[in-house]
């Protein structure tokens, strides 16, 4: 099997080599794993693509890439520079520092990459772990993912869901705060939304006296509804959440139909 994999954290996080020991379990002995990852952290950048300037790349070894550009931007590049010759077989981005369960989902570049995967036809898959009080100082907090992770991605891919929608399936998968061995197993749900959690800004005054704002996340811990990822991935399981493109709120059209 041939596998790319990219991240938002950047070449250089923790995530990414624990993505590339999953990647190299299910490529097998005779797959190829290439990397084509950002040059620096992109994280909190969704699906964008640099569609202004261009993207510089460089080669940090065997087929491992650095790309100064987001997520969406790797993919393309592997997809399209890297792998040009040999298209990958499926995409794997993260495995991300902290949850994308719930809203985090919409802001992530981690799916952004599978996002982006999903539209080059490809299946693709986010990976993150949450982290929270029992893995968080844990000498390895992605234990979860690395034990569990290439198990998922492989029972998803033998499932083989139909997808003859117009839109490719792409899979979010979170890892819950916990240790591997107080994984509680897999629950395929819907995503989820932490009510009254929202991102906010914190002003902060530099000595120069110009004023910053940094973007500031919510609670994490807030449980969403039965059924839904974050509350999934609080009570211990691994969340799986079959994602599409498609961002029509279909449930409204109906109700629209007059204004024509």
Not at 5 to 13: E, R
């Amino acid at each position: 099997m041939r596998i790319l994999i990219t991240n938002d954290d950047g070449i250089n996080a923790p995530g990414l080599t624990v993505l590339e020991r999953i990647a190299a379990e299910l490529a097998g002995p005779d797959g190829e794993v290439w990397c084509v990852a950002p040059a620096f952290e992109q994280s909190g950048v969704g699906h964008c693509i640099s569609y202004t300037h261009p993207t510089m790349i460089a080669q940090m070894g065997e087929r491992r890439f650095a790309a100064e550009g987001s997520p969406a931007d790797c993919v393309l590049a592997g997809v399209h520079d890297v792998m040009k010759d040999a298209p990958p077989e499926i995409i794997l981005s993260g495995v991300n520092r902290g949850n994308n369960s719930a809203e985090n989902a919409l802001y992530s570049g981690t799916l952004g990459a599978a996002i982006e995967g999903a539209l080059q036809g490809i299946p693709s898959f986010a990976l993150s772990q949450f982290l929270g009080p029992k893995n968080f100082t844990a000498e390895d907090p992605f234990e979860a993912a690395g034990v569990f992770g290439a198990d998922v991605v492989r029972k998803i891919l033998d499932a083989n869901p139909s997808n003859d929608h117009a839109y490719g399936l792409f899979y979010n998968v979170n890892f819950p705060p916990v240790m591997a061995a107080d994984v509680q197993g897999v629950r395929v749900v819907a995503q989820g939304l932490r009510t009254g959690t929202r991102f906010s800004v914190e002003p902060h005054n530099a000595p120069s006296g110009r004023r910053f704002l940094w973007a500031k996340g919510g609670d994490q811990t807030v449980m969403t509804s039965e059924g839904t990822d974050a509350e999934a991935n609080l009570n211990g399981y691994i969340s799986v959440t079959p994602m599409r493109a498609d961002l029509t709120a279909h449930d409204t059209l109906a109700a629209l139909k007059g204004i024509e």
